[in-house]
C-alpha cells in the first residue's frame, strides 16, 4: 500500500511537472508568436533582398551584395556572432538570347535556359518523350539530329505539390545528357508548374560528361501545351532554339552566418537555415528569401524574448544551393573541422507560406513520435504536420554526419506557381505567412533546445 | 462463454463494416478530390464572373448579369432543377466621388465610402476615438461639429484573422449613428485589414434611425497612420471629405439555386452556399465568387461520379448577403412555406484559399463531435479543424429554423488583404486552393448525406 502511494505521490508530481512545462512551453511559445506578429522586420528584410537586390545567383554580383546585405543586417540585429564562411561556387551565366521559336519563326514560345546549360543554336524536327526510358526504346534512330521534347506534366492529383515535382524533374535534370547519348541537338521541358501560364521556370540539369553538351531549355506550360498540339497536327515541325548562356570560372563567396552562443553546450549547435542564392529571372522571394530571412528571425524572436539557450544557435544563410550544393557542403565540412557538435539542422525552403508542419528526416520511428509530440503545443498555429520527411538540400551534408534535421512545412499549393520562375517577386509573399513561419521555427528551436533529442536508435 | 463468444462476433463484424465504409469512405473522398484537381471548371467559371461581369452589388447591372450567368451555368451542368428565387433587395450606389483630404487639400488620403453611406460634403475639424465608449465619455461637447476618426487597427496577434476583424468592426458598423448622437457631422474610419497598404475597404454600415445620417466614410490603413501622425503634430487640423452615394429604391434580384433530387428522402436538403453579390469597388473574387463556384462545383463533383444522394442537394447563391441579407432570409422563408427538411446548410464565405476544415455552428456537444469524427478522413487533404464555430451569415436564418450549420474554413491569413477592397481580383486565387475547398466541401456533403446527422439534444 505504502509502494503503491509513493507511486502515485511520484506519478502526481511528474504529471505536475509536466503540465507546468507544457503551460510555461504554451505561454513562451505564445510569445514567440505574439512577437513575430508585432514587432517583425523580416518582411522588411525580404523586400530589400528581392527589390533592392534581386536575382543572386551564385558567382554574380548579386549574390556578393546579398551576402553583404545579410550580413549587415545580422551585425545590427546585435548577435553574439557573424561569420562568413569562404565557399568557391560555379559561376554560370544566362546571357540575353534565349529563343524557342518555330522554324519559320511565325510562332515564339516563352523560354528560358536550364541553369547549367550550353549556348548555342538548333534548328530540327522535334520527338517527344514523356518519361526518360522512352529514349532508351527510341534510340538513335528515332532521335539522332532532333530536339528531345520533354512533356510530362506535373501530377495535378497530388495534395502536396512537391510530390508532383519530384515526379517530374528526371526530365529537367538528367533528360538532356539522356538525349544527348542517342544524338539529340537540344532540349526542351515543359516548366514544372501546376499552373497553365506563360512563365517558363528555369532550374538545375546535370551533364553526362560521357556525351555531348547540347542546349536544354524550359518553355512555359501553356507553350508545352501549343508546341503539342502544333506537334500533333504537324509531326515534321521544325524548331529552332538559340541561347547564348554559359559557364564561367568558379568565383569566392560566401555563406552567412548569425550565432547566439550557448549558455550550457556552447559547442553544441541547433542551427535554422535557408539558401541566398536565388536563380537569375525572378526576386528569389520564396525561393528561398523567405528562408533566410525566417531563419534570422527565429534567432532575433529568442534573442529578443531574453530566451538563454543551453546550445548555441546559428540562422545560416548557404550560398549555391540551387546549382551545385557548394555552400550546404562547406559549411558541414567547417562543422567537423571545427569540432562543432551539430546536434539539429532545421531548413526553410518551401516557400514563405501558411505553416503545417515539419518533416523530420529520418527512419527512426521513435525520433520521429518524440518530435510529433511537438504537435499539440504548436495546432493552435496551424502546424498539424509532424511525419517522416526529407530536411532540404542545404543541411543534407549535416546529415550525413548524424545530425538529425527537420524541413518546415509550408503550405505548398502554390509554390509552383512562382519557384524558378520570374513570378517569384516580393509581392507573391504574405507578410503574416512569412511571420507565422518564422515563429514557427523559432518554436522548435526553443522545444528542441530546451528538451534535447531523445537517444537515436544505432 | 457462449454469450462472450457472440459479443466477440458482433463486435468484429461490426468493426469489419466500420473498417469496410472507413475503405470506401477513403475512396470515395479520393475520388473526389481527384475529380476536383483534375476535371473542374470552377476556376474559368469564376474568372468569367470576376472579369466579365465583376462588381455585383445588390441592385446594381452586374448583379443581375451574375444571376443570369449562374443560372446558366447551372443548366449547362444539367442538374436537376435550376431554380430563381425572387428577392426584394437594397440598392445603395457609390457614386464617382469619395474625397477625404486635409482641408488645405494638400494632403489626399486613399478612401471610399461604407455601404449604405449618405454622400455629403463635410469640412470640420477631427476627434479620435478607438472604442466606441470612449464617444459617451467624450459626450456632445467635444463631438458636435467634429469628425470622428474610428482608429483601432485590427489586432495582429490573433492567429484566426476573423477575430481580428470580430475585434474592429463595430467601428465600421455602429461607429457613424454613435458619433452622430453626440452631433459629429462626419466619420471616418481605419480600414479593416491587417496590412499597411494603400487600399480603403468598403462594407456595410447601419444607421439608427434616431439620430441624422452622416457621411461615413473608410481610409487605407497606410492612410489611416499617416492621419494618425498629422493629428499627432497638428490637432486642430481640419479634414475635407465629400461623396455622392445615395440609397435608390429596392429592387428585384434572386437567389440561384441548382438542384440534385434525393433518392430516399427528396423532401430532405443539404445545402451548399455562398453569396453572389459581391462590394462594388473589387471584383468579388474571394467574398465571395469563390464560395459560389465552390457550392456548385461540390454538386458537379458528386453527380459526375455518379454518387446517388439519399437527400436533395443543393448549390445556393445567395443574394444580398453584403448590405441586408435577404437573400438568405427569403431561402429560409421559402423553405419553410415549401415544407422543405433542411438538415445541414455549408456556407463558402471566408475565401478561396487553402482548406483548413469546418465550423459546427452548435452548442451540442454531442454534434460536434460527431462530425469532428470525419477529421480522420479528411486530415489527408489539410483539413484538420472541425470545431465550435460560425456557418456562415447567409444560412443563418436557416440556423433560426433547426438548421444545423457549418462553416467552410480556408486558411485565414491572406483574406483580409483583398475582403471589400479593389484588391480582390480573380488573379488573387489560386485555381487549386479553390478547387480543394470545393472538394473539401463535397466530400462532407457526401459524409453528412450517407451517414446522416446523430439525434440532437433537445
Not at 550550353?118 to 522512352?134: P, T
Not at 557538435?341 to 527512419?363: C, K, L, M, N, W
Request: glycine letters at 8%; charged letters at 25%.
Amino acid at each position: 500500500m505504502r509502494k503503491l502511494f509513493c507511486l502515485l505521490i511520484s506519478l502526481s508530481a511528474f504529471t505536475q511537472v509536466q503540465s507546468q512545462n507544457s503551460i510555461e512551453d504554451s505561454l513562451f511559445i505564445r510569445a514567440i508568436f505574439d512577437e513575430a506578429l508585432t514587432n517583425s522586420k523580416c518582411y522588411e528584410v525580404l523586400e530589400h533582398l528581392c527589390t533592392q537586390i534581386g536575382p543572386r545567383l551564385s558567382g554574380s554580383q548579386g549574390a556578393a551584395k546579398a551576402v553583404d546585405f545579410m550580413s549587415e543586417t545580422s551585425k545590427k540585429e546585435g548577435f553574439d556572432k557573424t561569420i562568413l564562411q569562404e565557399v568557391m561556387v560555379p559561376h554560370w551565366e544566362r546571357g540575353n538570347i534565349c529563343e524557342v521559336k518555330t522554324a519559320n519563326k511565325e510562332t515564339t514560345f516563352s523560354a528560358c535556359a536550364l541553369g547549367g546549360s550550353v549556348g548555342g543554336e538548333v534548328k530540327a524536327k522535334v520527338i517527344r518523350v514523356s518519361h526518360l526510358e522512352q529514349l532508351d526504346s527510341l534510340g538513335e534512330a528515332n532521335i539522332r539530329g532532333k530536339i528531345v521534347f520533354f512533356t510530362r506534366p506535373m501530377e495535378p492529383r497530388h495534395i502536396h505539390t512537391f510530390e508532383a515535382y519530384g515526379g517530374c524533374v528526371d526530365q529537367r535534370w538528367a533528360g538532356p545528357s539522356k538525349a544527348s547519348k542517342y544524338g539529340a541537338l537540344g532540349t526542351l521541358v515543359r516548366s514544372m508548374s501546376l499552373r497553365e501560364d506563360e512563365f517558363p521556370h528555369t532550374g538545375s540539369m546535370s551533364y553526362d560528361t560521357l556525351f555531348p553538351k547540347i542546349p536544354a531549355f524550359a518553355i512555359s506550360t501553356a507553350a508545352a501545351t501549343r508546341l503539342d498540339k502544333m506537334l500533333n497536327e504537324k509531326p515534321d515541325l521544325e524548331i529552332y532554339m538559340k541561347g547564348n548562356c554559359a559557364m564561367l570560372p568558379d568565383t569566392l563567396s560566401h555563406n552567412v552566418v548569425a550565432e547566439t552562443k550557448g549558455n550550457e553546450n556552447p559547442n553544441n549547435f541547433i542551427i535554422a537555415g535557408g539558401h541566398l542564392d536565388a536563380w537569375d529571372n525572378g526576386q528569389g522571394a520564396h525561393d528561398d528569401g523567405a528562408g533566410c530571412v525566417q531563419s534570422m528571425e527565429a534567432l532575433r524572436i529568442l534573442k529578443n524574448l531574453g530566451y538563454k539557450p543551453k546550445n548555441s544557435l546559428r540562422a545560416v544563410m548557404f550560398m549555391n544551393e540551387e546549382n551545385g550544393l557548394r555552400g550546404g557542403k562547406k559549411y558541414a565540412e567547417l562543422a567537423e573541422k571545427n569540432l562543432e557538435q551539430h546536434i539539429v539542422a532545421i531548413e526553410s525552403d518551401r516557400g514563405g507560406f501558411t505553416p503545417r508542419g515539419f518533416y523530420i528526416d529520418t527512419e527512426d520511428a521513435k525520433l520521429i513520435s518524440a518530435i510529433a509530440k511537438y504537435r499539440k503545443l504548436l495546432e493552435p498555429y496551424g502546424l498539424h504536420d509532424f511525419k517522416q520527411g526529407g530536411g532540404g538540400a542545404d543541411i543534407s551534408p549535416l546529415k550525413d554526419k548524424g545530425t538529425v534535421c527537420l524541413g518546415y512545412i509550408p503550405d505548398s499549393q502554390r509554390y509552383f506557381d512562382y519557384h524558378h520562375a520570374s513570378s517569384d517577386t516580393f509581392d507573391a509573399v504574405n507578410k503574416r505567412e512569412l511571420e507565422l513561419g518564422a515563429a514557427s521555427i523559432a518554436a522548435m528551436i526553443y522545444l528542441l533546445d530546451k528538451y534535447g533529442l531523445p537517444k537515436q536508435q544505432p
